[in-house]
């Protein structure tokens, strides 16, 4: 997007919510000489009600000035897959790589521990109940969200139930910002601790094993339990990113 005399205000990518389908400017990104008003001002008439991601933080602060909500604030973190953590697990607890087929046959079962592990007073509370949680978890695994089903993935079992999985798609692009991609992880909060960290582990060794560049994923700034779990596993933040949702004019 440049001003009226060619002058570069700031660069964007066109995307959808792949959840909602809304129009969404990505990695908006501001050369330093462009003035933070100018770039606000041709943002909010160019985005009406659009999402806008930036990591640029005068920007976030200028929007927001001029009526735009925060919708997330999020980190995205990225795992070399060299110095791989342990594969220590919980006792009674088994994991095995998960395929599209199994998730279809157990989503309606993992919609409900999604639910259990995204109360109310969570950072990403639950959006839905466990029906169309499984619904959603069904759309995954076909590949309708983000992008092709990995068998990266995997699924935990305490003591013969069901306790967890580790969803992996491949985003199309390079990591850090695409590539395989970790889009949901979660335990039953009911499981042992530890499941959800074991679960992350096995995906860091399998996609090793087939000599994948890297996993990546994007964590919430206020998820300070995962964001520990992450790091400890060896994930490192490589950015700091605010979505905004713009006002209708
Ligand atoms: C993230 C998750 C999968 C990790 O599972 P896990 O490896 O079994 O880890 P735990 O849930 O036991 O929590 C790990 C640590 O966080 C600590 N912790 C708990 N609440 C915390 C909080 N509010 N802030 C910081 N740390 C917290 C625990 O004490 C534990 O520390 P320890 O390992 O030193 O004892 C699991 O917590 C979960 O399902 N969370 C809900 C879904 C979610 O947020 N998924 C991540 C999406 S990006």
Redesign the pocket.
Known sequence: MSDDSGRLLFAFTITESARTGQPWADQVWRPSDAPVAVVCETALAAFPGWRLSTADTGLVAGLTASGATERRHAHTMTHPLSDLPGLRRPDGVGIEQLTRATLADIAADLGAIYLA??PPG?P?PADGDAAALAAQLRAIGRGDLLGPFMDVSQVAWAHGALA?ACLVVDRTGRPPNAGPWVI????DPGAP?????ALMAAALHTAAAQAMPAIS?T?SHG????R??YERLGFLDVLEEWTLVLPQP
């Open positions: 592990a995204y969570h990403d967890g949901d992880v979660f335990r601790a530890g499941v959800g960290s994923l964590v998820n300070l339990r995962a520990g779990v």
